[in-house]
């Protein structure tokens, strides 16, 4: 079965500084992960996904993850935040346990930024 | 193309009451699924579907029913709606592992 932690609730940092959200997950199978966006009172927005090819995946707005088979980790790095990064993050993983692609969700991370 | 789009955007229903709720996608996706989002929970899986005529349980699909007759579309039913049932509704489309959310449906239930 396929599971996801994000291990810290809520992680506030200054502007300008790196923002670091962390992601474990178990996987039976290869599986995908993505990172996911979610700003105040709106939808999900895909930050960017791994699906086996380069370890390291850039998504938008200069936002990278590192996918570590051998940590089973797969957590979301900014080298500098900026004010209209104050989101939730989820991070979430896909396999073909069931057959079929059944993401499961982590419980989310509030990123809190401070001018 | 409109995407995934979510009808209505917000509800207000009385304890008992039925509704349903339709999720559209204009990108011919095989995978859909509706998700609930509460406060602390991120989002829990209430029913999917991996093509028309198909549906499956997820995680959370007690109170709930969902059909999908056409390919583009997918339903949420609430036959009997409860507190319990206060939520923000997101409905998802994927053509295999990456999904693709509609903007949410906010139901509130007195």
């Known amino acids: 079965a396929q599971s996801v932690t994000q291990l810290d609730s809520h992680v506030s940092v200054s502007e300008g500084t790196p923002v670091l959200l962390r992601c474990n997950y178990s996987?039976?199978?290869?599986?995908?992960l993505f990172w996911y966006v979610q700003h105040p009172n709106k939808g999900l927005q895909l930050l960017l996904k791994?699906?086996?090819?380069?370890?390291l995946v850039k998504g938008i707005n200069g936002f990278e993850a590192e996918f570590k088979k051998s940590e089973t980790s797969f957590h979301l790095t900014k080298p500098s935040a900026h004010m209209s990064d104050a989101a939730e993050y989820f991070c979430v993983v896909s396999d073909l346990t069931r057959g079929s692609y059944i993401p499961t969700f982590g419980r989310g991370t509030s990123l809190i930024v401070h001018p | 193309n409109a995407g995934v789009t979510q009808t209505p955007k917000f509800r207000v229903l009385k304890t008992g009451q039925s509704m349903t709720l339709l999720c559209a996608q204009d990108m011919n996706h095989e995978y859909m699924y509706w998700y609930r989002q509460d406060p602390g929970m991120g989002l829990r899986l209430i029913h999917y579907?991996?093509?028309?005529?198909?549906?499956a349980k997820g995680e959370v699909p007690d109170g709930y029913n969902v059909s999908r007759l056409k390919k583009q579309n997918f339903l949420l039913g609430l036959e009997s709606a409860a507190p319990s049932q206060t939520s923000v509704y997101f409905c998802a489309s994927s053509p295999g592992n990456t999904q693709y959310f509609g903007p949410g449906t906010r139901l509130t239930v007195l």
């Open positions: 791994y699906t086996s090819a380069a370890t």
């Open positions: 579907s991996v093509g028309e005529g198909t549906t």
């Open positions: 996987s039976s199978y290869s599986p995908s």
